[in-house]
């Protein structure tokens, strides 16, 4: 089983914006144990209760969010979205946040599936829906800055890194955008 502390190609020195530490592995389906269902799992046992109302403008007191950032910049994809799906579910469907948070968890997802593809030799019909269909409702949120994100900044970069997916190639993943909030 192949662990974070095997992958040093995926070490980055990327700005934290949480003070949550890192799970000890990141979690890709089929070869590590379930992080909440498996009993040997990262995140087993821990409280699961419901996220309390936010609002984007408190984004920069926001942890989910801000853990969230971090997980997906340290290659933790499968757990940023987790960290993120508790904040959508709280939020009205279809409102700006949702749909951003969607968006996210989408490419998040994206994400794995070029990591699970890389280390397996797995298609990348995932990664090439879940991709279009993230950036799609990132772009909906229709500014340039949302929640410390240079939003559009942001969906240009992911455009770039997910264009091998159009010519059934895969992106390097250690050249996946960060997300870089503001100061």
């Known amino acids: 089983m192949r662990m974070v502390r095997d992958e040093p190609e995926l070490e980055r020195d990327a700005q934290r914006y949480s003070t949550q530490p890192l799970p000890p592995y990141r979690y890709l389906p089929g070869l590590h144990p379930h992080p909440v269902a498996n009993p040997h799992g990262h995140s087993h046992g821990a409280p699961d209760e419901p996220h309390p109302a ?20 340290h290659h933790y ?7 993120w799906e508790g904040l959508w579910l709280v939020v009205p469907r279809r409102s700006a946040p949702h749909r951003f948070l969607q968006g996210l968890i989408k490419v998040s997802a994206a994400l794995l599936k070029v990591r699970l593809a890389m280390l397996t030799g797995k298609d990348i019909a995932g990664a090439q829906s879940l991709a ?6 990132l772009a909906s949120i229709g500014c340039e800055r949302y929640m410390g994100l ?34």
């Open 54 to 73: 936010w609002d984007p403008v408190e984004w920069r007191t926001l942890d989910d969010w801000l853990y969230g950032v971090d997980l997906c910049n």
């Open 77 to 83: 994809f499968w757990e940023s979205h987790e960290a």
């Open 132 to 137: 279009p269909a993230g950036l799609e409702l």
């Open 150 to 183: 240079a939003l559009g900044e942001h969906i240009a970069a992911l455009h770039v890194y997910f264009t091998p997916l159009e010519r059934d190639e895969l992106p390097d993943i250690c050249a996946s955008p960060l997300i870089l909030l503001d100061d």
